[in-house]
């Protein structure tokens, strides 16, 4: 497992690459039908409320995080601290699932946003995605409970400053 992660802010460039691993059966599993999450994720690259990042490591891009203001979306997530950020990510790269990558970046990217003054981050996993709950658990996010969400229902999970 590759050590240290850049968070390469997503450009127009992306796009390809984003469509293929939207479309691959990994990707699809959790993030649903392809062509609809890529007008998600293209028409939020103007969004001043998401930043997008492409993850890599030295050798290579692995995958996708959003990270975003909580309070510009009606998350469902309850009440939240001021400045607390919403994530969502996926590795797209098949030869880099299950090699302890999904933890390790989601710590790295939790760590860097918290000590820029994020107060929290959340996330929400479908509760039946066992490998993503473990990977947030292992990156120090906490269990806070069920939440509805306009996908249906999901764990929301929490990691504090």
Known sequence: ????????????????????WLALPHVQEWWGDPAEQYA??????DEPAMDQFIVATDASDLGYIQCYDLTAW?????????????????????????????????????????????PRIVTDPDPANARAVRAYAKAGFQKAGRVDTPDGPALLMVRDA
């Open 74 to 118: 009606n998350s469902g997530f309850g009440d939240q601290p001021v400045g607390t950020r919403g994530i969502d990510l996926f590795i797209g790269a098949p030869d880099m699932i299950a090699r302890g990558h999904g933890s390790a970046l989601i710590r790295a990217f939790a760590d860097d946003r918290l000590a820029q003054g994020a």
């Open 1 to 20: 497992m590759a050590g240290s992660y850049h968070f390469r802010p997503m450009t127009p460039a992306d796009l390809a690459q984003i469509r293929r």
């Open 40 to 45: 998600l994720v293209s028409g939020d690259l």
